[in-house]
């Protein structure tokens, strides 16, 4: 069993940076594709970013040069830099891991969510 923790959200102001970082237990994810997706009020889940097994990262298109995923030294870390942050990133950002390495949308394992306000 995999366990997600989710850390780093707050209130920013338009502009700011944040970096937000999952903590993994219960297996070495190095080979896992691990992401992140968020939730914003009265929408549905997206999906913002994967690294896969071999570190090859994904953004959608609404983050791609402002985030960057990353997997920590420790291989159970997950982290995103978000720069340049928008009213329009506030949402529930959500930690996930796949067992399938190559995945785009790891969505096997979930955390809890950590919540990131930008004010204008």
């Known amino acids: 069993q995999v366990q997600l923790v989710e850390s780093g959200g707050g209130l920013v102001q338009a502009g700011d940076s944040l970096t937000l970082s999952c903590a993994a237990s219960g297996r070495t994810l190095s080979s896992y ?14 999906w913002v970013a994967t690294i896969t097994s071999s570190d090859h990262t994904i953004y959608a298109d609404a983050v791609k040069g402002r985030f960057t995923i990353s997997r ?3 291989k159970n870390t997950l982290y995103l830099q978000m ?5 329009d990133d506030t ?30």
């Open 91 to 120: 949402a529930v950002y959500y930690c996930a891991a796949d067992r399938s390495g190559a995945t785009v949308f790891p969505n096997e394992y979930w955390g809890q969510g950590t919540q990131v306000t930008v004010s204008s």
């Open 72 to 74: 920590g030294n420790v």
């Open 33 to 46: 594709a691990m992401g992140w997706f968020r939730q914003a009020p009265g929408k549905p889940r997206e």
């Open 83 to 87: 720069n340049r942050l928008k009213p």
